[in-house]
DNA sequence: AGTTGTGAAGGTATTCACAGCG
DNA sequence: CGCTGTGAATACCTTCACAACT
């Protein structure tokens, strides 16, 4: 039986959420329930569809550590790495450069692009950046499979095909554009203007309520 | 009758993606279909939920800026504009302060917060830059309601706190920390980390069917 | 023809309620 | 007892199939 989509966001963020806490003390689904806002019944189900691990849970709880060990697992993070790279070195591009959120995931940033050659001599960066018309060398022999597209909104699409041509078959898209792509290619769609939206559509179906 | 979650996020793409297009060609929702990826029943089914609007469909389709303002009004989005700051202006952060995305909306980016004087005065904005003891006073005063939270991931829970004592109740979280917060406060969570994770996950997903 | 719009059916996810264990 | 874990019930969302309209 597999995760559902809904509950695997669910447990990711929980994954985090734990990995954050003193991994000596174990922690309840009602403790749980008051940090995240979601139903303590609604954690303990999730937390039982990944039904092969061991010894997670005690009499008063969850141990952190292998909890959050186990959601990583079921979840496929324990698998080869995903390869990244990042396509557009502007602010929001540049900013991957050195985030450290990336240690201890099964994803590795390995590779950036930009089209502006003078942006890619002044970044720094623990991996090599390129031109952009690199990609379609670079991409297939760093066995890169997924993009962070951060290209302003004029050219992501032509980019988007540039690097699906290339290999890619995931795309993270910072952009504003809605992308059009095959349907063995995936898109997630990161806005900070769909972000407010569903913040206020929930803040005000919350006061009808 | 109201508009469920999955459905008002996928209806907030959809009005970006018809804004992007010619507004004189009608488009066929077999045609989103095409674009988006979403079955076109399910997208006729979204739009017949936002029934108190007229003349969106022709024979031949949807008028793309009537279904845009149709969409925008249903979601709420021609109210009053919500006022939002952002906080902590790093990388991310600073990345906003030019951002040509909210124009249209009904979000008013109006301020930024740091606690760093020195980037307040080097940074230029078309809205006001404070440092970020001066909260208290001005996110009441300008009637901001929004943050976008971009401090470091060790400032995240503190100054989450302080927003939310100076009236602040909708937080969007650049952050990797997951944020504990009352009730009535609403976290919309935006992880690029969570984004890899769920791209991968639905990939994964793909290749067993 | 080709399109939208929608009641009804089907499938998924959440919630409930309680068994089972330490 | 308080906790987790889970079958059963409920609520929700999506898909289907076809009516209605141009």
Redesign the pocket.
């Known amino acids: 039986m ?1 995760i ?4 695997a966001e ?1 447990l990711s963020q929980l994954a985090r959420l734990l990995e954050q806490r003193d991994a000596a003390t ?7 329930e008051r940090i995240t806002g ?12 990944l ?1 092969g ?1 061991t010894e ?7 141990d952190p550590k292998r909890l959050a060990a186990a959601i990583r697992e079921a979840l496929g993070f324990t698998n080869e790495p995903t390869r990244c790279c990042v396509v557009g070195l502007g602010r929001i591009g540049s900013s991957f450069l050195d985030y450290e959120g990336f240690a201890g995931t099964t994803f590795d940033l390995c590779a950036g692009f930009d089209s502006n050659v003078n942006r890619i001599e002044i970044l720094k960066a623990n991996f090599p950046l390129y031109p952009a018309f690199k990609m379609k060398d670079v991409i297939p022999r760093l066995g890169i499979t997924a993009a962070i597209l951060c290209v302003p909104s004029e050219q992501a699409q032509q980019t988007a095909d540039k690097l699906i041509e290339s290999g890619i078959v995931g795309l993270v898209n910072f952009t504003p554009t809605i992308l059009s792509v095959p349907q063995a290619i995936e898109v997630e769609n990161v806005s900070i203007i769909d972000a407010l939206g569903s913040l206020t559509a929930r803040l005000a179906a919350k006061k009808t309520r």
């Open positions: 597999g559902s989509k809904p509950a669910r174990s922690i309840t689904s009602s403790e749980l979601w139903p303590s019944h609604t954690i303990r189900k999730d937390i039982s569809a039904s691990a997670i849970s005690t009499t008063s709880g969850y």
